[in-house]
C-alpha cells in the first residue's frame, strides 16, 4: 500500500459515493485522486510445487483518494487490482470508471436474484434456463431503468416509462382514493406512487426509492391491472 500511495498523481475525477447507512454519511458527489502502477506478486511458497504456475503475476494497482470535504466525514479511499494494463492516464481512468459502476452492477444482481427470484427455477435444461435467465434479466434492467430514470431525470414524461393507467392506478391504491390526480406527472412522480405500492411513503429525508421498492410495487400494479381487465 506504501508503494502505490509514494506513486506520483496522474489527475483527478468527479463520482458520486453512494450514501452508508451504517456511518450515516449520505450520498455525495467526490473528486478522487487518482495514482496507479504495475506490481509483480511473487508464488506462494506453497504452491512451488506446482511447476505450471508462474514464478510472479503482473497485476495493475489503482489507487483512488477521494479529496477532503467535511472533517466529519471519513474520506473514501480505494484500492482497485486488476490484470488488465492500464496504459497512461486514460487506462486508470477506465478501470477506475469500472469499479464506480460496481453499485448499479450489484443492484442489477440483487433484482435479478431477489426480485425475479432467478435462483429458484427448477427448469432440468440448461437452454431453457439460459433463455429464462435472459428474459428476467431485461426484467431487472427495466426495474433498474425506471428507478435511475427518476434519479437522473425526474422531470421527464410519465409517458415514458409508463401508461395512463399504470401511474393512476397506483397513485389510487397507495393513496385510497377513486380520484387521480388530474395534472399529468413527471416519471420521479410516478416512480414515487409505484414505490408507495412496495412500502410505506418515504420521508423527504430518505431519498428516492430503491429496487426492491420498485420490483414490489410492479408486482402489486399487475395485479391491480388485471383485476381492472376483470372487472370491466
Given at each position: 500500500m506504501d508503494a502505490i500511495r509514494a506513486k506520483p498523481r496522474v489527475g483527478r475525477v468527479k463520482t458520486a459515493v453512494p450514501r452508508d447507512s451504517r456511518a450515516g454519511a449520505k450520498e455525495r458527489e467526490?473528486?478522487?485522486?487518482?495514482?496507479?502502477?504495475?506490481?509483480?506478486?511473487?508464488?506462494?511458497?506453497?504452491?512451488?510445487?506446482?511447476?505450471?504456475?508462474?514464478?510472479?503475476?503482473?497485476?495493475?494497482?489503482?489507487?483512488a483518494q477521494e479529496e477532503p470535504q467535511d472533517e466529519s466525514m471519513e474520506p473514501a479511499e480505494w484500492f482497485l487490482m486488476t490484470?488488465?494494463?492500464?496504459?497512461?492516464?486514460?487506462?486508470?481512468?477506465e478501470k477506475a470508471a469500472w469499479y464506480m459502476r460496481r453499485r448499479k452492477a450489484g443492484q442489477?444482481?440483487?433484482?435479478?436474484?431477489?426480485?425475479?427470484?432467478?435462483e429458484k427455477l427448477q427448469?432440468?435444461?440448461?437452454?431453457?434456463?439460459?433463455?429464462?435467465?435472459?428474459?428476467?434479466?431485461?426484467?431487472?434492467?427495466f426495474i433498474m431503468n425506471i428507478t435511475y430514470m427518476a434519479r437522473i431525470n425526474p422531470r421527464l414524461p410519465r409517458?415514458?416509462?409508463?401508461?395512463?393507467?399504470?401511474?393512476k392506478a397506483p397513485y389510487c391504491a397507495a393513496s385510497k382514493t377513486r380520484k387521480p390526480?388530474?395534472?399529468?406527472?413527471?416519471?420521479?412522480?410516478?416512480?414515487?406512487?409505484?414505490?408507495?405500492?412496495?412500502?410505506?411513503?418515504?420521508?423527504?429525508?430518505?431519498?428516492?426509492?430503491?429496487?426492491?421498492?420498485?420490483w414490489i410495487g410492479l408486482e402489486k400494479l399487475n395485479t391491480l391491472l388485471a383485476c381492472k381487465e376483470w372487472l370491466a
Open positions: 467526490a473528486v478522487l485522486r487518482i495514482r496507479h502502477g504495475r506490481f509483480e506478486t511473487k508464488r506462494p511458497s506453497i504452491l512451488n510445487k506446482i511447476k505450471r504456475l508462474k514464478g510472479a503475476q503482473g497485476a495493475t494497482v489503482i489507487y490484470n488488465e494494463k492500464a496504459d497512461g492516464v486514460e487506462g486508470a481512468y442489477f444482481h440483487y433484482a435479478l436474484k431477489y426480485g425475479c427470484a432467478v427448469e432440468r435444461s440448461m437452454d431453457k434456463t439460459t433463455v429464462l435467465v435472459l428474459m428476467y434479466s431485461v426484467i431487472a434492467t409517458s415514458v416509462c409508463f401508461e395512463e393507467d399504470e401511474w390526480p388530474e395534472k399529468p406527472c413527471a416519471t420521479a412522480e410516478a416512480v414515487a406512487y409505484l414505490s408507495w405500492l412496495g412500502g410505506p411513503r418515504r420521508a423527504p429525508g430518505d431519498g428516492p426509492p430503491g429496487v426492491k421498492a420498485i
